[in-house]
């Protein structure tokens, strides 16, 4: 019986098994099962938690399960080009492997998901139809700009939007501007953004959900000003068509955006019964892990900020689970970071873990300098939450340089104020 | 008031507390059926046709009672609905129908603490028994809180009437005086910290700092760097110099919590910061006078690790120079009502909730609950009960939903029902499952059959 030997640390067989590609989901199948994190022990770390080398062969099965699964939808999807390149439509060749795109993309393989994207790109610059390249640079532009790479998104979708001007395809305008608003946004230039959406909103006036979706961006840019009225308009015109429509994504966007401008209100009930209907109308539909884990995130923010720290951390623990066996690494970082502000706002040090972790994170595989940014900041937070004048200085000055690299003047001038704010060097030591 | 669905009235007024119902489904007809079987009864009954629509209508409260028709996964629905009424403000009990639901899938029910499972289609003295139930299960008397006189320790403080906690204090105000390194046991959330606390704050160092670190919850790559601090460019991400806790343990007490999870490495570096009362920061040569005292604390067996060779000898003889043992929550008597009075004070006061009281049902959940978490397991209960608990009283519904088994579906929780020896067999081969986290040959090993039989019968009984 294994019961005869002691159970292995997280740690140790993470060390032990080679980081390589195949065995990644095995990994997140090992983490996601192991065991330790209970009543009795509650605030042990995830790499000091505990697997039975027993327990692995059930844990393999599902690995496996999980593989063979994804595999199996790139092989057709790849099978399905082969066969459109054989009649002749290189189209529905691009098609099929921006579908493939989008798996590894729905898996947390956002690097394998650019090759495909970038080769479909390929393919569809030799065409004469040029809506099969506007998809892709849809996708891509996404992708950029999820991993903060905002130049290049930018870039991307203004290709985007020339292609669609010069075909003639009001929807891919619509969509490019979408995107360029989006980027906006993230860069905090919400004039920028607002002008997107509503040049967005002219090509996309004959289609009624495009229109709604652009809504859902001002709603978006209403709410940074500080425009809430306007922002529950926006949702309010937006609500009334998704709704008719019965899209689920964009229904399930629109109630996100609802409960973040409910937060915002202060209307803390309202926004949770906003999020809980959210993630309901996603139950129902394919599992999409990265909307559920954008909206969790959005309901611990919200009971961080209310103080709620303890149902805060059930919260985040419940959405580690789901970010770990759905791969979701920059979602996790995003968790682990807030995680390490419930654990300072109790005032427990040891929140520092998660900081650590986040930057590891970040740094990983799907590289986020934006997100390594944003960690540092709230890492250097914490450290002078606790009077560490000096590391929290460390902190503020790496987040500093990561934000002057991605030339984000609004944060280098957000954290400037901060450094101020903190005793000198020689006052501090 | 009567039962009625979707608005329409089908009952005449009774004189108990009427039942209000929502049921979560698109089965009219069950819920037509139902709403018959409660007429008369003092019971409403309103349907809704799906999850979304259910998440409206809970932000209502008032609810007694969700039914939830399950059909595809159950059990993936089931650990959902629990998941959503974990976050309502007035949670209600949860009643699952599914069409004859496996007694593995009754065993899970009860360990989510679902307060029934009904087969469909539902019979009327079936219904009636659930409506019986759950009169019964809101019943709940108020038992006053007792006055608490906690001793201070810094901003919290300790309370205990219990004599297994005298040999603690006395200890506490004999070695608090001198410089001595202390090792403190104990099972997790006994209060190892707070005793620490409680020997810096009444010893010759109060005036300096009190620097904890848990041993177990950080990463060991992260640990070193904690303890002793590094300097600039040592590793990748040593963005700047850190003083470690040793260092800014000087002149005051530096606890080390849980240090039986510590490796083998970094123990050796830690008896010589003790024995040697210096440090080195990683990547720095020079080494660092430190002066502070040690407490270490623990809730393994250090002297079996030893023997394991887990553990270094040298380094335990230099920590338990004195030592002192805590007893678990369950050796400490009445201290668990003195312990839950002070929480709820402590906790109503934090999030503005005035509770004056704790209802008989949820005392009765708290002595019977196997506190393997100890005291720090209860504060957090408690905490996360004050965050829900919306009225004067503290009531079983505000405790955790799995404890509410009272509870148990209807398969066999009946004083005088007596279970048939398939539900026997069933329920002793998920013990024994359980028991063998989940591995078929050896639970089969320990039952005594082969592993192909006992395949067989968790398959049939869906466990």
Not at chain 2, 388 to 410: F, I, K, N, Q, Y
Request: glycine letters at 8%.
């Amino acid at each position: 019986m294994s019961a005869g030997f002691a159970p292995l640390r997280v740690e140790r067989v993470l060390r032990l098994l080679p980081d390589v590609d195949a065995l990644a989901p095995l990994r997140a199948v090992i983490v996601a099962t192991s065991k330790g994190r209970s009543e009795e022990e509650p605030d042990r770390t995830v790499g000091k938690r505990y697997v039975r080398a027993g327990e692995f062969e059930e844990l393999v099965g599902r690995a496996v399960d999980r593989v063979t699964e994804h595999l199996r939808a790139l092989y057709a999807a790849a099978i399905e080009a082969l066969e459109a390149e054989e009649r002749g439509d290189a189209s529905a060749a691009v098609r099929a492997f921006l579908r493939a795109g989008d798996r590894e993309e729905a898996a947390g393989r956002d690097a394998e998901a650019r090759m495909w994207y970038d080769h479909a790109r390929r393919i569809a610059e030799e065409l004469r139809d040029r809506r099969p390249e506007i998809e892709t640079l849809h996708r891509l532009g996404h992708l950029d700009a999820a991993h903060g790479s905002l130049d290049r998104a930018s870039r991307v979708y203004q290709r985007s939007l020339a292609l669609a001007d010069a075909e003639g395809d009001p929807a891919g305008a619509a969509l490019a501007c979408e995107g360029l608003g989006e980027v906006a946004l993230i860069e905090g230039k919400a004039h920028g953004a607002a002008a997107w959406y509503a040049r967005g909103r002219g090509y996309a006036e004959p289609d009624r959900a495009l229109v709604a979706r652009l809504d859902l961006g001002l709603a978006e840019v209403a709410m940074i000003s500080g425009a809430l009225d306007d922002a529950a308009a926006a949702l309010d015109r937006a609500g009334r068509v998704l709704e008719e429509e019965g899209d689920c994504e964009p229904l399930v966007r629109l109630l996100d955006a609802w409960g973040r401008l409910e937060t915002l209100r202060g209307r803390h009930t309202d926004a949770l019964v906003r999020y809980r209907e959210a993630l309901a109308r996603l139950r129902g539909t394919e599992r999409s892990p990265r909307l559920e884990m954008d909206i969790r995130l959005h309901i611990c923010r919200l009971h961080l900020e209310a103080g709620r720290l303890p149902v805060a951390e059930d919260e985040i623990r419940r959405a580690e689970d789901l970010a770990i066996v759905h791969n979701l690494t920059r979602q996790l970082a995003r968790l682990y970071v807030m995680m390490g502000q419930v654990r300072g706002a109790a005032g427990d040090e040891t929140g520092f873990v998660f900081f650590e972790k986040a930057i590891e994170l970040s740094r990983g595989r799907e590289a986020s300098p934006r997100l390594e940014g944003e960690a540092y900041l709230e890492y250097g937070r914490f450290r002078r939450a606790f009077g560490d004048h000096d590391e929290s200085r460390a902190y503020l000055e790496r987040a500093r340089e990561i934000f002057d690299a991605q030339g984000d003047r609004p944060m280098c001038a957000l954290i400037d104020s901060e450094l101020s704010g903190l005793p000198a060097w020689h006052e501090a030591s | 008031m009567g039962a009625h669905v979707n608005g329409v009235d089908f009952g005449t007024p009774h004189q108990a507390k009427p039942l209000r119902f929502l049921g979560v489904g698109d089965d009219a007809a069950l819920f037509t059926d139902l709403a018959r079987f409660a007429e008369g009864e003092s019971a409403v009954i309103e349907r809704v046709a799906d999850a979304a629509a259910a998440v409206r209508a809970l932000s209502q409260t008032g609810w007694s009672c969700l039914l939830v028709v399950l059909d595809q996964e159950p059990d993936e629905q089931l650990a959902w609905w629990v998941e959503i009424l974990s976050r309502s403000p007035r949670r209600p009990r949860l009643v699952a129908l599914l069409p004859s639901p496996s007694i593995g899938f009754l065993l899970r029910a009860a360990e989510h603490g679902i307060f029934d499972v009904l087969a469909t289609p539902v019979g009327r003295d079936r219904f009636a028994e659930l409506l019986r139930r759950l009169r019964t299960a809101e019943d709940e008397v108020a038992v006053p809180l007792p006055e608490v006189k906690p001793f201070p320790v810094g901003t919290s403080g300790m309370v205990s009437e219990s004599p297994a906690m005298l040999p603690v204090f006395r200890t506490i105000a004999q070695v608090a005086p001198s410089t001595a390194t202390v090792l403190v046991m104990g099972e997790s959330g006994t209060g190892k910290e707070l005793v620490a606390r409680a020997i810096h704050l009444n010893g010759p160092r109060a005036s300096g700092p009190f620097v904890a670190v848990n041993c177990a919850a950080i990463p060991d790559n992260l640990l070193e760097s904690e303890l002793f601090g590094h300097e600039k460019g040592a590793f990748t991400g040593a963005v700047g110099r850190k003083i470690g806790r040793f260092e800014r343990a000087n002149g005051g007490t530096l606890f080390l919590d849980e240090i039986g999870d510590m490796s083998l490495p970094l123990q050796s570096k830690i008896l010589r910061a003790v024995q040697e009362r210096e440090i080195e920061r990683v990547g720095g040569g020079d080494p660092i006078a430190v002066d502070g005292r040690v407490i270490a604390a623990t809730n393994r067996d250090l002297k079996a690790m030893i023997a394991e060779g887990r553990f270094r000898e040298d380094l335990y003889y230099r920590l338990a120079v004195v030592t002192i043992r805590l007893p678990r929550l369950a050796d400490r008597g009445d201290d668990l009502l003195a312990l839950t009075s002070a929480f709820l004070r402590e906790f109503g006061q934090r999030y503005a909730k005035p509770l004056t009281s704790l209802s008989d049902r949820a005392l009765g959940l708290l002595r019977t609950h196997d506190w393997v978490g100890n005291v720090r397991e209860l504060r957090n209960v408690i905490e996360r009960a004050v965050l829900v608990a919306d009225g004067p009283m503290l009531r079983s519904e505000h405790l955790p939903e799995e404890w509410r088994t009272g509870a148990a579906p209807a398969m066999a929780v009946e004083n005088d029902h007596l279970w048939t020896l398939r539900e026997m067999e069933a329920r002793h081969i998920a013990r024994v499952l359980d028991h063998a986290h989940g591995q078929i040959g050896d639970a089969a090993h320990i039952l005594g059959v082969h592993r192909n039989t006992l395949a067989r019968k968790i398959k049939e009984y869906g466990l």
